[in-house]
């Protein structure tokens, strides 16, 4: 990524570091290091901004969402609006205020003078050349009349490559984000010009603490304006209850819980484990239902209480209103067998197969390995992150042939005979425009390339949305008028004002053995019951 | 076919039990070298499953990707994992073989996370993650609703052959019986010519070869990243060590099947009862059912005995030297400018800094509750990072439950000080490395069960807990600065207390107990109530960080400490620091914490694996030494004296001193003061004391003379309450005591020395003296902890009375050596200093002059008739040294064989026909010494070792 200037970035800040080296050298000594440090550290460098809003004739928008996802969509033409079916940034657009924090569905206007938004027609130039008054957004925390500070939290998985292969490949993430917000940027225009300077900080996923001091780094030090991570960022709270600022992130392992506590204020991609676990129970009811005689077993670990509770409530709770009574397995294992299997799998297997289960909901997948040694082949059902190419390395090609999966991610599109959409491909060549070496739609390095396009295109639709007069409610009311977003990393989908998280769609897919892969099976499809 | 018990529907299908029985056997394996391991190096291997890693993963490499024949890649491999083996145990363990068990064990856990790094970074690991794993043949055959197939064969097959083979080469073959022979006692094979290192080096590589042979079998399963993650796989751990403490680590068959059994029972559980945590709850009843039920446990225990004691890891500045004007006021700039440095530094800090910096500071703190539980105490945890978390989610709790902020600590202090002492009531029956493991499978339970339970949790699942800050004095904890601060603190206040506890009765008493609990016995100590504070006061702090952890934290619903693995992780943080100190906790926060941060997640993983071995092969005291010596050598420089010669007064010869003045209540009379009356103990089969009855009288010296093997000791370890008589009783001061426990004896001034004359490693004579005069003013935890004034009293008094004791005995130059630092002879007039210090009015003396040169034990004599004298006491002496007893007795008694053959005057016994025959035997030299006459006392006294001291 360029600052500009040419320069490398100085991504987490190493001079920041030097003070907590300081302290170390201090405590060590008992000596005043503090007179070593030489004032306040610098800040986290912020990126890749720079003569964004100067580039003109760049890639446009997302195109409108297609059905099913099929690949067959058109390019859009750019230009503004054309995912958003509410079209909250037309001109003139959006009858509801944004009074006082007050979040309402309809578009949002300035709540003080009743000035409407600065969002533009399809086609129409942005406001380049005029400015915000001083009096917009003014007191909002990494607002000015001409920049909007963005934090973006970066998931770092350095130590899980080795095991998890290229899915865990995400390459030059900074740099990625940098060339799709500037690829946006140009062509999506925000109201009076004003430019996104992003702040990026890693964080490490099996650390809270991590998470929390990123959260602190943008809020508290960076005075970000916004949030976006891309996943498993482990303080949505700190965020979004405690200091009132806007999040996204892509949505695996948000809870529920999460959505309902953050204010309104956190966005996901994908949806909370809970309506997951819902959505794929309720799929499950369907197809047992075309399915005489059929006997569902569930199997799942117990290593980690709070998936326990939602299989509890989501499945097992789900299939008792619904008259079915399930055999139930499971493993105790802890989470380092989780991704093959432990030795708890040929009890469970045992219990199945003499229990006469047909057909298999579970999350322990090393369990197939164990069944078609047992000779025992019932019919499996994944959802989610469940049913991706990266978490079926260990399927067994005979037993897990026909597992049957739903999904709502586009994740491994290409094992599933998916071309990459148009959307896709034009949000690849925002990076490869940046001399961003194109990635293997395997790696890790294409999913995060969509999760930013995604992620980025939502918020700024949302900051276009929210008007000049941006605040963290209109900024929240602007993405809610996201309500078709044609989706690069998940399905189309969009917000609504009790739905914080995107998806809208879900498509069925199917386990091959022959090429260790899941294809779809349906195209993309609205979402079944989650209520 | 299915059995069913009656009444509650549980299921018991065969074929499940075959499943349960492979599963078993695959913790066999496992426990097996587990046992093999502890039993030649006293050590619980963490690093056993880890070991096997490399050669699993290698049948793949070589059989698959290289083509050999399977016989030939498995025969690689094992030789593999055998040379993994062998390479640990002469690159780290034989390094270490001095050190302190828990060093050694903390050695394995680096081990094992060396060798799972090494497993993920292996050629093509990623691909053997998720390669099917060959198998040697194929098979299907049906048994009920279950196919055995190859895997599962080799399992049903292998294992047993294995552990069979293990048995048949421990019994049949010379290393086997070598290495059995080391294992009961390593110093004497040693000079029978057996090569006990090279049959460590052999025994660890057989275990290699094993951990290898069940990796590969449990690979073969499927599970090859179980395997290579098993390194560290607590739920793989406990089971196989729920079962090695089942079979005492001593029996493999007994183990083995344990471990089968477990495997069943695990099986079942599962089976009737999915999802329940029941299987966790099992393994915590079978842990702690093994460690109160196995009365085995206490042979190899003493095997141990030592291990625990840190040896001055952390020397304290004598005080003299620490109360010189330069010291003491450089003391408190240095702490000073260090608290300022901190707070300094937090006032440049960014807020993310800041939070990472609480961070830091409260695993500082958790920390600290490892220090007086393991430092202190010698109890090992390794579940303590759940007690941090329990802490935590009882504090949202509690939030939740409405309790005012400032009780919500105190509730999550009190929750955890319940279940720490729950927790530690093993540690009544065992202590070191079997406790370790009920801490363990307590970590295990907690994330199993524990963590799940609403009337406790609440608000753990999918609902997070919500932990506000508040404010505290008007100042908002909402800033991360005032958090840091808050934090910092936390962090001053429990260093304060532990500070505390280490200066003052109380931390005394733990470490008195942890290194000599039969000592500390004898000195009042109640080993029961100073390990359950331990425990309690432990479990305090650390509620007390997941208290700060969760305000650090705010909203929180998953928190990476209630993974049992964060417990071995704190652990291994604590001891890189050092154990010992406060000092050494903050420096562990800062590595273990700090290095992740800097340098990223890798460098991290690889600097608190390796960094912990680097540091426990070259820097034994942790990172705090490096401090320390600093500080030892600093302090001289600033002092202008070496810190050894400080008192330039002292000299390294023995000091003269005047005699003690007798007491004013000495007398001889016949009262009976101390009665056994048909005491009969025996071992087994082995008859140790049989029908001894004898009496002791008001002042009167009585000697007790007997071979080797005579029962002498045990006949004092009946008196003082060490041992159990089979039948007859005890009778002190008129009062039957055969019930009470020997601390319970020492308050009814029962005071006794022990052959070792060890007393307390780590403590320095003065601080003994301090220990023994806990009797007569016991420390309290509170006003100890608070420095209340009834404490400070007290401990002004002890300093007081220890400092007068020293000098009425001429031990001046010793006084702040530590006891491992002092000669036998010294430390055994170290132990009859103790006895004054007690006030003891009968008092056994186990052979009083063992280990001290002829010459000066001639001068011995007087000065225990002057002890008693000065304290008025009734004296039970147990002596080998004929002439002294002759001198010194009035009366003697001559045991043999476990039966009292004689007992009167030491003339008239010293003739005695049967007593010669018995203990003299026939040869002429020594019945002719044995009736040289006493040497006369000399009234000044000179205290007889000091010339053998060391200046050093």
């Not at chain 1, 998916?418 to 940046?434: K, S």
């Not at chain 2, 050596?817 to 007690?838: H, I, K, Q």
Request: net charge neutral; glycine share 12%.
């Amino acid at each position: 990524m360029n600052d500009g200037h040419g320069t490398e970035p100085v991504a987490p800040s190493l001079r920041s570091r030097s003070v907590v080296l300081a302290l170390i050298v201090g405590l060590l000594l008992g000596a005043m290091s503090a007179a070593l440090l030489g004032g306040r550290p610098a800040r986290l460098a912020p990126t890749g901004a720079d003569g964004i809003a100067q580039t003109d004739g760049g890639p446009g928008v997302p195109s409108a969402p297609t059905a099913a996802g099929s690949g067959a969509a058109a390019p859009s033409a750019g230009g503004l609006g054309s995912p958003t079916a509410a079209g909250p940034a037309g001109a003139g657009g959006g009858a509801a205020t944004d009074g006082a924090g007050a979040t309402s569905s309809t578009p949002p206007t300035d709540g003080a003078g009743g000035r409407p938004p600065q969002g533009r027609g399809k086609g129409q130039p942005s406001v380049l050349g005029v400015s915000c008054s001083k009096l917009d957004s003014a007191g909002v925390r990494g607002v000015t009349p001409t920049t909007i500070k963005i934090g973006i939290g970066l998931a770092d998985l350095t130590l899980l490559e080795p095991v998890l292969g290229p899915a865990a490949q995400f390459g030059p993430q900074q740099q990625i984000f940098d060339a799709v917000l500037k690829a946006l940027s140009a062509s999506n225009p925000l109201p009076c010009g004003r430019k996104i300077v992003p702040v990026y900080e890693k964080y490490q996923v099996l650390t809270e603490a991590q998470s929390r001091a990123v959260c602190q780094s943008f809020i508290n030090d960076e005075k970000v304006f916004a949030v976006i991570t891309t996943f498993s960022f482990r303080s949505p709270l700190c965020v979004t209850q405690e200091n009132k600022t806007f999040l996204i992130d892509q949505g695996y392992q948000l809870y529920n819980d999460d959505f309902a506590q953050s204010g309104g204020r956190l966005f996901g991609l994908d949806p909370p484990v809970d309506i997951w676990y819902r959505l794929w129970t309720s799929w499950v009811i369907e197809r047992l239902a075309k399915k005489p005689g059929a006997k569902l077993g569930v199997y799942y670990n117990t290593s980690n209480p709070e998936r326990v509770a939602v299989v509890q409530a989501d499945v097992l709770d789900v299939l008792k209103a619904h008259g079915i009574t399930p055999v139930v397995a499971t493993s105790n294992a802890g989470a380092e067998t989780l991704v093959t299997g432990d030795p708890n799998d040929p009890a469970a297997v045992l219990k199945f197969k003499s229990a006469g289960v047909t057909d298999v909901m579970m999350s322990v997948e090393n369990f197939m390995q164990q069944a078609q040694r047992e000779d025992y082949h019932p019919r499996y059902y994944f959802a989610g992150s469940d049913a991706e190419d990266a978490n079926s390395g260990r399927f067994d090609a005979t037993n897990g042939d026909g597992a049957q999966g739903l999904v709502w991610d586009r994740v491994n599109d290409y094992s599933r005979g998916v071309a990459p959409t148009a959307d896709q491909e034009r949000c690849v060549r925002y990076a490869t425009d940046a001399g961003i070496a194109r990635p293997r739609p395997e790696y890790g390095q294409w999913n995060l390339t969509m999760i930013a396009c995604d992620e980025l295109g939502i918020v700024i639709k949302g900051i276009i949305a929210a008007g000049a007069n941006l605040t963290t409610d209109r900024l929240v009311l602007g993405v809610r008028t996201v309500t078709s977003w044609p989706g690069y990393f998940v399905a189309a989908g969009g917000f609504t004002a009790s739905k914080n998280w995107l998806i809208d769609e879900s498509r069925e897919a199917q386990y091959y053995g022959a090429c260790s892969c899941w294809k779809n099976t349906t195209d993309f499809a609205p979402l079944g019951s989650y209520q | 076919m299915t059995l069913a018990v009656p009444g509650v529907g549980f299921e018991i299908p065969y074929d499940v039990v075959v499943v349960g029985i492979a599963k078993g056997m695959t913790y066999g394996l496992t426990a097996v070298g587990i046992v093999l391991v502890y039993r030649v190096s006293r050590v619980i291997n963490f690093a056993h499953s880890a070991l096997g890693v490399l050669a699993a993963l290698a049948v793949p490499l070589l059989a698959v990707r290289w083509g050999l024949p399977y016989g030939l890649a498995l025969l690689l491999a094992l030789l593999i994992g055998s040379g993994s083996g062998a390479v640990a145990e002469l690159a780290v363990i034989r390094r270490l073989s001095t050190a302190p068990r828990l060093i050694v064990m903390v050695a394995t856990i680096a081990i094992a996370q060396i060798a799972s790094i090494a497993a993920v970074l292996a050629p093509h690991g990623n691909a053997f993650f998720r390669a099917p794993y060959p198998t040697p043949f194929s098979v299907s055959w049906k048994l009920g609703h279950l196919v055995v197939d190859a895997p599962l064969l080799m399992v049903l097959v292998a294992s047993p052959l294995l552990v069979a083979s293990l048995v048949a080469v421990r019994n049949r073959t010379g290393f086997g019986i070598a290495s059995q022979a080391a294992a009961e006692n390593a110093e004497a094979a040693w000079l029978t010519g057996i090569p006990v290192r090279r049959i460590s080096t052999m025994a660890w590589a057989l275990a290699g070869l094993y951990s290898s042979a069940a990796a590969v079998l449990l690979a073969s399963s499927g599970k090859i990243g179980g395997a290579s993650a098993g390194g560290l796989s607590v739920n793989l751990l406990v089971p196989a060590l729920a079962a090695a403490i089942l079979g005492r680590l001593s029996s493999i068959w007994v183990t083995y099947s344990a471990a089968v059994g477990i495997g069943v029972a695990e099986t079942l559980i599962e089976w009737n009862y999915p999802g329940n945590g029941y299987v966790q709850i099992l393994m915590l009843v079978a842990v702690l059912a093994g460690l109160f039920f196995r009365s085995g446990l206490s042979e190899p225990l003493r095997g141990g005995e030592t291990g625990w004691s840190l040896g001055g890891a952390v020397r304290a500045l004598p005080p003299d030297v620490a109360r010189l004007p330069l010291v003491r006021w450089g003391r408190r700039l240095g702490l000073a400018a260090t608290v300022l440095a901190a707070v300094a530094v937090t006032t440049v800090m960014s807020n993310a800094q800041l939070s990472l910096f609480s961070s830091v500071v409260i695993f500082a703190v958790m920390g600290l509750s490892l220090v007086v539980l393991t430092g202190f105490a010698g109890q090992v945890s390794l579940g303590q990072a759940a007690f941090v978390a329990l802490g935590a989610f009882g504090a949202g709790k509690a939030y939740a439950l409405g309790f005012p902020m400032a009780s919500v600590a105190a509730y999550s202090i009190a929750i955890c000080v319940v279940t720490a002492i729950l927790v530690g009531l093993p540690a009544l029956r065992v202590r070191g490395l079997f406790l370790s493991v009920a801490t363990l499978a307590f970590a295990l339970f907690a994330q199993g069960w524990l963590f799940g339970q609403a009337f406790l949790m609440k608000a753990y699942g999918t609902s997070s807990q919500l932990l506000p800050r508040g404010s505290v004095l008007g100042l908002g904890l909402e800033s991360e600065k005032h958090y840091a601060w808050f934090s910092l603190a936390g962090l001053a206040v429990a260093a304060a207390l532990v500070h505390r506890v280490r200066s003052t009765g109380v931390g005394r008493s733990m470490i008195a107990v942890r290194d000599n609990e039969p000592a500390a016995m004898t000195f009042s100590l109640s080993p029961n109530r100073v390990k359950l504070t331990a425990f309690g006061l432990s479990g305090g702090i650390a509620g007390f960080a997941g208290w700060l952890y969760g305000g650090l934290l705010v909203n929180y619903s998953d928190i990476s400490l209630t993974a049992p693995r964060a417990s071995l992780e704190l652990v291994v943080m604590v001891v890189l620091g050092g154990l010992g100190s406060v000092t050494g906790a903050v420096l562990g926060a800062l590595w273990v914490q700090g290095i992740p941060y800097f340098f990223g997640d890798t460098w991290g993983v690889f600097s608190s694996a390796f960094g912990v071995l680097l540091v426990l092969l070259f820097l034994r005291g942790g990172l705090a030494a490096i401090v320390f010596r600093a500080r030892d050598r600093l302090v001289p420089v600033l002092t202008g004296r070496p810190l050894d010669q400080v008192r330039g007064s002292v000299r390294q010869e023995g000091v003269a001193r005047p005699p003690l003045p007798p007491s004013p209540h000495r007398r001889r009379t016949d009262a009976v003061v101390l009665e056994a009356r048909n005491i009969s103990v025996s071992f087994g089969g082995n008859v140790a004391v049989s029908d001894v009855s004898l009496q002791l009288h008001e002042g009167e010296v009585l000697g007790i003379l007997g071979p080797n093997g005579a029962g002498k000791t045990t006949f004092f370890d009946v008196l003082t309450g060490q041992v159990r008589p089979d039948q007859g009783r005890v009778i002190l001061h008129g009062m039957d005591v055969t019930a009470l426990r020997p601390e319970q004896r020492a308050e009814l001034l029962l005071g006794r020395t022990f052959q070792q004359a060890r007393l307390f490693d780590e403590l320095t004579l003065f601080e003994s003296l301090q220990v023994a005069l806990e009797r007569q003013a016991p420390s309290e935890l509170v006003p100890s902890l608070l420095g209340l004034p009834p404490s400070r009293r007290s401990e002004r008094d002890k300093c007081l009375r220890a400092g007068e004791l020293i000098e009425l005995l001429g031990l001046e130059p010793f006084a702040h050596r530590p006891m491992t630092a002092l000669s036998t002879g010294t430390r055994r007039m170290a132990e009859l200093a103790a006895v004054v210090a007690m006030g003891s009015r009968v008092v056994l003396l186990d052979e009083p002059t063992a280990g001290i040169a002829q010459a000066e034990v001639e001068q011995f004599t007087p000065v225990i008739r002057e002890i008693a004298d000065h304290l008025g006491a009734s004296l039970i002496v147990v002596e080998h040294d004929i002439p002294l007893m002759m001198s010194m007795v009035d009366r003697l008694c001559v045991l043999a064989a476990g039966r009292l053959i004689a007992d009167g005057p030491p003339q008239v016994v010293g003739v005695d026909p049967a007593v010669i025959a018995a203990y003299l035997g026939t040869d002429a030299r020594v019945v002719q010494r044995s009736g040289r006459p006493a040497l006369s006392a000399t009234r000044s006294v000179r205290v007889p070792t000091l010339t053998k001291e060391k200046a050093s």
